[in-house]
């Protein structure tokens, strides 16, 4: 999978299919899950709080919960469609190796009989591995990131 | 259909010494005369003075179904007004935030005013010779709230004409905020990072008992504490914790843990939980910012403050207060069915950035719509609301440790498992429910 555009559609599937262990994966060792209150204004995780804020022992941690009988609010389980808009180079460091991508989305979480629709862009910084591409960070910006904003349990 | 409007007595009767009836959870006319009656006769957290530093800053912000504006005067005060213009009731700010300037300016007609509501000007001022306008409320200007207590930056309002007093409201448990704000050396606390905002579908009341609830955690949070447990197993007790394992641990506490960390309750429905200890109790020490409280409070109050970590402390009917971390959680009301739940930090001045980044955590972790501890708790909230309308049993159950002295007692310290912190809400909240109700002829 060469085209990191490929690997955005990639990671995003992974999530609709419920391959949890595999999509954590993708990240790199110090890769992070992040989601800003301020949407697209939040300049750093630090200054400001965030939805979600996320290394890899978290995510773990999330991803073990997940499977574990006793997650009260996986039953019923959710499931999630992410909707993408074709996905669009925004910055390419050949030193690096790094590339960050942009893809417009909206997502929407099902569980029993509610839906809740999410919109916003995911900004991915990739970087590339001998086998592929991993996720250094994952930036979702929601439309309405500040607002009230019902349980999202799932991986937008 | 209407059962209990003007009937305290059946209002009263749903409340009982052990038990409270399903109603309270369930039917819009309750809350409905909630908003009337409760949120009215009580003191409600507003908002935070440092929200609005400078002079015309303010923030729009519902009480009980009322939309009110907090705004910052020249002199540095803090008003309360209604947000509706004299004239014909448009709101004068739909902004969440931000500052008006020397005055407002309605967007609909131009009436202005003064920040503290009075009249500036009129349009076509001479229309209104030989009216009554001037005679009339809408001539002076904006209401404003006339109970406001500013205490240590804490805003609250009293909606009502009558009631008690802010210090006899709240009396002791003001101890609580006294504790978060003496945490900054220089007594000095700012709202920062943003406001974290769920909607649960569940009545609020629900998730104010739930704060109080301390046998809850090792079954609800089975999920999320055993793949911490899982994940964090192999390191010795003494290795440095990340701060999301320092926080999310201690929910895999014992039940003898969370009855040994001790509960008291005050009048009008107000209490701490964790006066001995908390979860909260063994984040790790920074020892300069502990000599920085002893240089500004003395060996003693700072020793005080330190040691005490209440798990919570809530302010009856709408704050839940943590001194450390330096976070509380808002209840504002929305429907019998429907409640938004607020997660705010605090940056403590004079204390080390360390301490906010614990307030932010902890909100991220457990508090957001994203958290990784909340969605079994919500998960649940949503299914009582539901449960409840089974029938087969139309009371829940408030029995544990039930003891008939309390019922002759304000003050009470006992074990942390204790449903008394609950039965203690529910007590305040017929009491403010019925006070001022008209009876029915
Ligand atoms: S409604 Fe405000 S000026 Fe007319
Ligand atoms: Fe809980």
């Known amino acids: ?156 | 259909m209407t059962t209990y409007r003007n009937r305290p007595d059946l209002v009263a009767a749903l409340v009982q010494d052990d038990r409270v009836h399903r109603d309270l959870y369930l039917s819009e006319e309750l809350f409905a005369l909630e908003q009337a009656h409760l949120f009215a006769n009580t003191w409600v957290f507003l908002g935070h003075a440092s929200q609005v530093p400078a002079s015309g800053d303010f923030i729009t912000q519902d009480i009980a179904g009322r939309p009110l504006l907090m705004v910052r005067q020249p002199d540095g005060a803090v008003h309360v007004l209604y947000n509706r213009c004299a004239h014909k009731g448009t709101q004068l700010l739909t902004d969440e935030s931000g500052n008006t300037g020397r005055f407002f300016r309605c967007p609909y007609h131009a009436w202005t005013y003064k920040l503290d509501g009075a009249p500036l000007a009129i349009p076509l001022k001479n229309g209104y010779e030989g009216t009554q306008l001037k005679a009339c409320e809408s001539g002076q200007g904006l209401a404003s709230v006339k109970h406001v207590k500013v205490y240590r930056d804490f805003v609250f309002v009293r909606l009502s004409e009558q009631g008690p007093s802010f210090e006899d409201y709240c009396g002791e448990v003001l101890g609580a905020i006294d504790n978060m704000v003496d945490r900054s050396p220089e007594g000095q606390l700012t709202v920062g990072g943003g406001v974290l905002r769920n909607i649960v579908h569940c009545n609020w009341k629900m998730y104010l008992e739930n704060i109080n609830d301390t046998v809850h955690p090792m079954s609800t949070h089975e999920s999320a504490t055993q793949a911490a447990e899982a994940l964090w197993q192999g390191h010795a007790p003494t290795d440095p914790k990340p701060m999301a394992m320092e926080q999310i641990l201690p929910f895999g506490s014992g039940y003898e843990f969370f009855d040994n960390m001790g509960g008291r309750v005050f009048a009008n429905g107000h209490s701490v939980l964790g006066v001995n200890f908390s979860i909260h109790s063994n984040y790790a020490q920074l020892p300069e910012y502990e000599a920085a409280m002893r240089a500004a409070h003395g060996e003693t109050r700072a020793t005080e403050i330190l040691q005490r970590s209440p798990q919570n402390s809530v302010f009856y009917p709408s704050l839940s207060v943590k001194g450390s971390p330096q976070a509380i959680r808002v209840i504002r009301p929305l429907a019998a069915n429907r409640t938004l739940i607020e997660a705010w930090s605090f940056r403590a001045a004079g204390a080390p950035a360390l301490l906010f980044e614990r307030a932010m955590s902890y909100n991220r972790l457990v508090f957001s719509p994203m958290s990784v501890v909340a969605h079994d708790d919500v998960h649940l909230f949503e299914s009582i609301q539901q449960g409840l309308r089974a029938g087969g049993n139309e009371w829940v159950s408030l029995h544990r440790n039930f003891d008939a002295a309390e019922l002759t007692q304000s003050t009470i310290t006992t074990n942390g498992t204790n449903e008394l912190l609950m039965r203690n809400q529910f007590r305040a909240w017929a009491k403010s429910m019925v006070a001022g109700m008209e009876v029915a002829p």
Do not use: C
Request: hydrophobic share 40%; net charge neutral.
């Open chain 1, 1 to 156: 999978m060469n085209d990191p555009r490929d690997f955005v559609a990639h990671e995003a599937a992974l999530l609709d299919e419920r391959r949890f262990d595999d999509w954590l994966a993708l990240f790199a060792e110090d890769g992070h899950y992040w989601v800003p209150l301020l949407g697209a204004a939040q300049v750093d995780p630090f200054s400001h709080n965030s939805l979600a804020y996320e290394d890899r022992l978290l995510l773990q941690l999330r991803v073990d919960r997940l499977k574990n009988p006793r997650a009260h609010s996986q039953h019923p389980a959710s499931h999630s469609q992410h909707v993408l808009q074709p996905s669009r180079i925004a910055q390419e460091g050949a030193a690096s190796g790094e590339v960050l991508l942009h893809t417009p989305f909206i997502y929407i979480e099902a569980r029993g009989d509610n839906q809740t629709q999410l919109s916003g862009t995911a900004r991915h910084r990739l970087v590339r591995t001998p086998t592929g591409w991993s996720i250094r960070q994952k930036r979702i910006d929601l439309l309405n990131a500040a607002r009230a904003l019902p349980a999202i349990q799932l991986f937008i």
